[in-house]
């Protein structure tokens, strides 16, 4: 089945820089590619996704890369903000199943 | 609304004890998911319903139990409950099996003693 690695298990940076988050897969058969978001306390939160069909989606201050060749995607937060610290999770899904990446937990300092 | 609500959101457990962690949704979505958190874990599918199917994943299969009596209500069933069914578990919800959106419920914590 599918494996989805999230590389950096924590991620620390400052107010106003960019924060970057990598994933690699390993099925060539997924083709849909979410990121949610879990802040203290609750539960998962749906934040963007990508679909193999494109190789970058912005939404505001969030750009997905996806490099299905090297079977490795990424999400950009822009400008970050105190509000954005949180656990980020990638996934990969063949349709429906999602297969889950560990998260990386995001700080943004001020 | 894309709300998912799950009950209870604490549970505590003897083991050897049965549980019954009970989801719904009101957003007519076909298809509903349990997933098993564990701490610094990624978030793992253990079954899901597409309207009345059920499927398990291979790994859990014997381990947990669902029922789906309607379009809105999802239960997951422990039998005899084990130190390691500690977890968090998460119900989701998505439109249907076509790599929808998924929305996720807050949790069940679930405590095994």
């Known amino acids: 089945g599918e494996k989805v690695e999230q590389h950096e298990s924590t991620l620390s940076v400052r107010e106003g820089d960019s924060a970057v988050i990598n994933c690699t897969y390993t099925?060539?058969?997924?083709?849909?590619f979410p990121w949610y978001k879990q802040e203290a306390g609750k539960s998962l939160h749906f934040v963007i996704d990508?679909?193999?069909?494109?190789d970058r989606k912005q939404s505001q201050r969030l750009i997905v890369l996806l490099d299905k060749k090297a079977k490795r995607f990424s999400l950009h937060i822009t400008a970050t903000q105190p509000e954005d610290s949180a656990i980020y999770f990638c996934?990969?899904?063949?349709?429906?199943?999602?297969?889950f990446g560990s998260g990386t937990k995001l700080t943004v300092e001020p | 609304d894309t709300t998912v609500k799950q009950n209870p959101r604490y549970k505590l457990a003897r083991v050897g004890k049965p549980v019954n962690l009970i989801c719904s949704q009101t957003?007519?979505?076909?298809?509903m998911y349990w997933y098993q958190k564990k701490p610094n874990q990624a978030p793992k599918l253990l079954l899901f319903?597409?309207?009345?199917?059920?499927?398990r994943e291979a790994d859990t299969f014997e381990k947990f139990q669902s029922s789906r009596p309607n379009n809105s209500f999802c239960s997951l069933y422990i039998g005899s409950a084990g130190l390691e069914y500690s977890a968090m578990y998460l119900c989701?919800?998505?439109?249907?099996?076509?790599?929808?959106?998924?929305?996720f419920g807050p949790g069940t914590r679930l405590l095994v003693l």
């Open positions: 989701a919800s998505s439109r249907d099996m076509t790599g929808d959106t998924q929305y």
């Open positions: 099925d060539t058969a997924s083709s849909y």
């Open positions: 990508i679909r193999s069909n494109v």
């Open positions: 996934a990969g899904a063949n349709y429906n199943v999602l297969y």
């Open positions: 957003m007519n979505h076909d298809t």
């Open positions: 319903y597409y309207d009345k199917i059920l499927n």
